[in-house]
């Protein structure tokens, strides 16, 4: 099973958002289009997560929601903060099975296992059940 990050999406009420915020952020990488997570620390195991495929889960308003293919690492030094670390991501945000998770800072590793099932491409505009919903009714075996 591959390893994966997950990591909270500040300020975000929903995945609409989370994108709408992204598309500011919009970039290429290694001539790639790709979109730039920055965080503190790069991960120890970054070649494992690259070479198992691994996915940046985010956690938006308490859920898992979506997730984004890691395409690679990159430090950076910032004047202000010393040394950063960017999580370059595809662009494309896929749906996840809605699963509660408490907050916490920075990131973490998420075991293949532990990752919820996809739902999907995210589709701007498209309908979406409440989270609560949708985790009674993962709870129920109904979706």
Not at 27 to 42: C, E, S
Not at 125 to 135: H, V
Request: net charge positive; proline share 6%.
């Amino acid at each position: 099973m591959a390893l994966h990050m997950i990591k909270l999406a500040v300020g975000c009420a929903d995945v609409a958002t989370l994108q709408r915020h992204q598309k500011r952020l919009y970039a290429t990488w290694r001539g790639v289009p790709a979109i730039a997570v920055t965080t503190r620390y790069q991960p120890t195991k970054a070649e494992q997560i690259l070479s198992e495929g691994g996915s940046l889960y985010r956690v938006v308003n308490r859920y898992v929601q979506c997730r984004q293919k890691i395409l690679g690492f990159e430090q950076y030094e910032d004047r202000a903060a010393g040394t950063k670390c960017r999580i370059w991501c595809d662009r494309e945000l896929v749906l996840t099975q809605s699963m509660p998770r408490k907050a916490f800072q920075g990131w973490r590793y998420l075991q293949g296992d532990d990752a919820p099932p996809d739902m999907g491409v995210f589709r701007p505009g498209e309908a979406q059940p409440p989270k609560e919903m949708l985790s009674e009714l993962q709870k129920l075996g109904l979706w």
